[in-house]
Each structure stands twice: as structure tokens, then as C-alpha cells.
């Protein structure tokens, strides 16, 4: 029986994992913190549960497949519950609009916000559903490993303007300034400006409009509990709390790897789900691959980080959807100052994530949980220091949401704590605190991201936000059927 060692039990790691061990591939995941998920961990505070992120599920369908492959059922392990409406999005002067696909209302919001764009919308709909089917589902799990690969999909490409921006994409179709944010700021969820990222990304629309937006009943490390669940089922082992230490190889092979507690797992295939520039930088160190690639990385253009304050407070909100974006007064000029200047501004555009407005069992009775996520600079822009930056944020986030939401929140608060750049180092040995890899840029898709097999270590292998497709859960689950696909040919 062929073996397999995967680093990392992040969602990407563990859809790789449940390939393989359908397929007959014995698989071992080593996870170096406590419990799987990685950024989907979770944490329990005084009857709440707080989730890590990321909070959107969309296409459920590549998360049921994990299961289909072995004959079993996701919804045995995994309750998805509907969110309705995908989205509010609120402005400072007062403007809601609720994002859904439901056609008749979502007509009724383009239309109060200008009527002139409902035929625009759909001609922008007819866009995102064209991409969709070229981007998502013809080559969203295809590996690019060659130039040729990439040269194969340029006439698609060029077809669907790819050099072009989602924002100036989505301008062409719409003239609302509050309508071309909520069509483009989707971008943001997987780290990408939408003022840079490739058009090829209005695929997002089209895919929320098709599968719709879900959460796990529980939370979504619930989700991750599910996939462990159904791995261990399949015979496959997961060993926590041992982080790897290194990659072993001979000559230009890997043999397996070495965790700080010293064990060594050996396999045929390695796969890492770790953060790529850690992946070869320290875990290939000894190696003039790891060297190399790792210095070409550093010249890449990664995403911005995050600041996240979680909080449990007294009172329940049905009026305060599952999932709202709370955009600030500036629009293009904050994605330059967060992208390109490195600049922490004084104002701020938030997503806040209401989870118990779905499933009122992730607080006390009588309570509900909330984060609030600003995108920030990653720590190569922003060089300060969190632990003195990190108190006024927070107060800054908790103020805002007091003035639009919530008036008298502070008062309310059980529990709260933030989550910020320096810890998505620690936790995740995210370079520069990244929280979601390379940035999306066209210059860095598909052909240009991480292969998903090494070019020079010919069994070692890649899977997560890092490689292609990228970020967002679709995304690293698409990646773990594109590497899967290679390691099964590699290894028949």
C-alpha cells in the first residue's frame, strides 16, 4: 500500500487527505497545533464558540464530493444551514442592501439604488456566469504546470478581458458607486483589491447565485470535525499539537518528514498545506530548492493580513444578519492604503459575522457571538507594534458597530479578545501575517501561483490558498482535487 504524509489539517490538507484514502493511498495529516482546521480553527470561551474563519461556505457541492467518493454521505457528519441573505451591505449615510439570489428581490435593491442598473446587472450576470464556467469548472481544479498549460487557456482569457480589474469590469456594466462595491468587493474574501484583482474573480457572483451561501450548524470547525470524522472512517491518521520541523529528502526526492518532538513519518508523496513561503523556506532549508524557491517568493505580492475582534454579548439580534459588510466612507482610496501604502487608516470597512443569528447554539441562551474583520497591511507594510495598535482598533471596530448597530454594546460585552497579524504568524507561520497567501493578482494565478507539484522534488506536493486556484474555501478544495489528481497518476 502506497503511503502519503500531508502537513497540515487546514481545508485544503484534509480534502487532499480524504482523495487519497478514498483511493486507497494510507494518508497521515500532521497538525501542529491542537485541533485541525487551520484557519478554520475555533475557540470556546465561557459558553460561546467563536470561529477562526473563514465563515462562507459556498458550493457545497465540492465539499459533499469528499464523501461521495467513498460511497458515504456529507450530511451525515454535517449539517449546512442556509444564510439568507448572503450579505447586507450598509454605508455610513444609512443605504442596506440585501444580496441574495433571490431574483425578485435582488432586482427591487438594484433598482432602489438606481433602476437605470437592473439591465445592467444582468448583463453583468450573463459575464460572471461565462467565467464561471470557464474559470470555476473548466480549469478551477486543473493543475498548470507548465507554460504551455497556461498559453492553452490565454484565448479564454483574452475572451473574458482577464487583464482587467473586477471593479473596472464591473463598472462597464452598472454606473451606482454603492452597486459596483457590492458587485466587487467578493475579491476582499479571498485577499484580493478589487481595483487589481482579474475580472476572472465576477466568477464569485455566478457561483454564490448557483450553490447559495451556507454555514455549518455548530460552527464551521463543526465542518472540519465532519471531514476528520469521515477520514478517520476511512482508515486515515491524524497526529495534533507536533508541528513538522522539516522535510526529509534524498536527493531530489522527499522521504517524509520530522516533527519537533522528533517523529518521522515516512511516505511515497508529500504534501504540504502549510504556508508556502514556510514550506520552502524553513521546512526545505536544507535544501538548494527550498533556498531558491523561497527567495523568489519573497519577491511575490502577498495579501494583506487582518485584524479581528471576537465578541460574546448579552441580548440576541434577529434583525442583524448572519453576514454584513460595513463599508466606510472611502472605497478605493482604502484598498490603496492598505494594499499599496501600508497606511492603518483611521477609517475602516468591516465585515461582520453574526453566526447565531443561524444557530443560536453557539452562545449561552439569551446571548449571541459576533467578530468584526478589518483587512490591514501585512506586517512587511505595516512594521508595528500589535499589542500597542491592537487596543485601539479594537475600540476604534467596537465604536463603529455602536454607532450603526448596536448602541449600547461595550455594556453588553461577556466576552471578547482580537486576533491580529503577528498571531497569523504564530498560529500559521503565515509570512508577514498574510492571511491568505499570494495575492490573486493575474501575474500570480494559475501557471505563475505554487504548482501544485514541485518542479525539481518530483513527489513533493502542494495544496491550500498558496497554489492554484487560491484562496476561500471553493478554492483550497478545488486545489486538493487538482494535487490529488497528480499524486494518484504519480503513485499508481
Not at 454579548?313 to 472611502?330: K, Y
Not at 492604503?337 to 501600508?342: A, R, S, V
Request: glycine share 10%; charged share 20%; net charge negative.
Amino acid at each position: 500500500m502506497k503511503k502519503a504524509v500531508i502537513i497540515g489539517a487546514g481545508f485544503g490538507g484534509l480534502a487532499l487527505a480524504l482523495r487519497l484514502q478514498s483511493a486507497g493511498i494510507a494518508t497521515t495529516i500532521v497538525e501542529g497545533r491542537d485541533r485541525p482546521g487551520g484557519r478554520a480553527y475555533a475557540w470556546n470561551k465561557e459558553g460561546f464558540t467563536f470561529d477562526a474563519g473563514p465563515t462562507v461556505i459556498t458550493d457545497p457541492d465540492c465539499l459533499a464530493q469528499l464523501w461521495r467518493l467513498s460511497g458515504h454521505n456529507m450530511a451525515d457528519d454535517v449539517t449546512l444551514l442556509p444564510v439568507m441573505p448572503f450579505y447586507r451591505l450598509n454605508w455610513p449615510d444609512g443605504t442596506n442592501f440585501d444580496y441574495s439570489n433571490d431574483d425578485v428581490a435582488l432586482n427591487a435593491e438594484i433598482a432602489r439604488l438606481d433602476p437605470a442598473d437592473v439591465a445592467g446587472y444582468q448583463k453583468f450576470l450573463a459575464y460572471s456566469a461565462d467565467v464561471f464556467r470557464e474559470g470555476y469548472e473548466e480549469l478551477g481544479h486543473v493543475a498548470f504546470l507548465d507554460f504551455k498549460s497556461m498559453l492553452k487557456a490565454a484565448p479564454a482569457l483574452a475572451q473574458y478581458q482577464a487583464w482587467r480589474s473586477v471593479y473596472s469590469m464591473v463598472s462597464s456594466f452598472v454606473r451606482n458607486e454603492k452597486l459596483r462595491q457590492a458587485l466587487s468587493f467578493h475579491t476582499l474574501l479571498v485577499g484580493g483589491n478589487p481595483m487589481k484583482t482579474s475580472a476572472i474573480y465576477a466568477l464569485i457572483h455566478k457561483l454564490e447565485k448557483q450553490g447559495g451561501v451556507w454555514f455549518a450548524k455548530g460552527g464551521t470547525n463543526a465542518l472540519v470535525s465532519g471531514m476528520v470524522t469521515h477520514f478517520e472512517r476511512l482508515g486515515g491518521t491524524l497526529h495534533l499539537g507536533d508541528p513538522v520541523t522539516k522535510i526529509e529528502t534524498v536527493g531530489d526526492r522527499a522521504t517524509g518528514v520530522v516533527t519537533r518532538a522528533g517523529l518521522r513519518f515516512e511516505g511515497d508523496a508529500v504534501a504540504s498545506n502549510a504556508d508556502i513561503m514556510h514550506s520552502y523556506a524553513d521546512l526545505l532549508a536544507d535544501h538548494p530548492r527550498g533556498q531558491r524557491r523561497g527567495e523568489a517568493l519573497l519577491r511575490k505580492r502577498w495579501s494583506p493580513s487582518l485584524f479581528v475582534v471576537h465578541f460574546g454579548i448579552e441580548g440576541t439580534w434577529p434583525g442583524i444578519p448572519h453576514h454584513m459588510i460595513l463599508f466606510g466612507p472611502r472605497y478605493k482610496e482604502l484598498l490603496t492604503d492598505i494594499y499599496d501604502h501600508g497606511v492603518l487608516s483611521e477609517d475602516f470597512s468591516l465585515y461582520l459575522h453574526h453566526p447565531t443569528v443561524t444557530d443560536p447554539d453557539l452562545a449561552p441562551p439569551g446571548h449571541s457571538t459576533f467578530y468584526a474583520l478589518a483587512p490591514v497591511p501585512h506586517m512587511g507594510k505595516l512594521p508595528v507594534n500589535w499589542d500597542e495598535v491592537g487596543p485601539i482598533m479594537t475600540d476604534r471596530i467596537l465604536a463603529e458597530i455602536e454607532k450603526r448597530l448596536i448602541p449600547d454594546i461595550k455594556s453588553r460585552i461577556k466576552v471578547q479578545f482580537s486576533y491580529a497579524p503577528p498571531d497569523f504568524v504564530h498560529d500559521l507561520n503565515a509570512h508577514m501575517g498574510s492571511a491568505f497567501s499570494l495575492e490573486p493578482l493575474l501575474t500570480q494565478s494559475a501557471w505563475f501561483r505554487t504548482h501544485n507539484r514541485d518542479d525539481v522534488i518530483s513527489n513533493l506536493y502542494f495544496t491550500g490558498a498558496g497554489t492554484h486556484p487560491g484562496a476561500g474555501i471553493p478554492g483550497v478544495v478545488g486545489s486538493a482535487r487538482a494535487t490529488a489528481a497528480l499524486m494518484l497518476e504519480d503513485l499508481a
